[in-house]
């Protein structure tokens, strides 16, 4: 097959498949941003409470888009934590899906 036929087959395919998965994450967030504030109405602020005991702590942070942040959480108030790598950072505690230390290396004498 000619390549002009692959791409005027398979380039809207690809299309319609890559903007129903960017809609179907936008409104992942959506849900969770909406649960998110309907908690804080509430006064439940539960994440804080959570990450209150890594504070100090060398931690790696996973964020409910995907990505993830290192370092060391400073402080956490209301609804934001400070991280420090190399920079500053302030993180919304209703993006947070996971958080966990990183173990420091010992070693052997």
Same mark, same amino acid.
């Given at each position: 097959? +000619?390549?002009?036929?692959?791409?005027?087959?398979?380039?809207?395919?690809?299309? %319609? $498949?890559?903007?129903?998965? +960017?809609?179907?994450? @936008?409104?992942? $967030?959506? =849900?969770?941003?909406?649960?998110?504030?309907?908690? =804080?109405?509430?006064? $439940?602020?539960?994440?804080?409470?959570?990450? *209150? *005991?890594?504070?100090?702590?060398?931690?790696?942070?996973? $964020?409910?888009?995907?990505?993830?942040?290192?370092? %060391?959480?400073?402080?956490?108030?209301?609804?934001?934590?400070?991280?420090?790598?190399?920079?500053?950072?302030?993180?919304?505690?209703?993006? %947070?899906? =996971?958080?966990?230390?990183?173990?420091? *290396?010992? @070693? @052997?004498?």
């Amino acid at each position: 097959m +000619d390549i002009a036929v692959w791409i005027a087959i398979f380039m809207p395919l690809f299309f %319609i $498949l890559w903007t129903e998965h +960017d809609k179907k994450k @936008k409104a992942k $967030l959506r =849900r969770i941003v909406n649960t998110a504030k309907a908690k =804080r109405k509430k006064g $439940l602020t539960v994440m804080n409470e959570a990450v *209150k *005991k890594f504070i100090n702590k060398n931690c790696t942070i996973w $964020l409910s888009d995907g990505g993830a942040v290192d370092g %060391i959480v400073v402080s956490v108030e209301e609804n934001w934590l400070t991280v420090e790598n190399n920079g500053s950072q302030i993180i919304n505690t209703d993006y %947070i899906s =996971r958080i966990s230390e990183i173990p420091v *290396k010992v @070693k @052997k004498k």
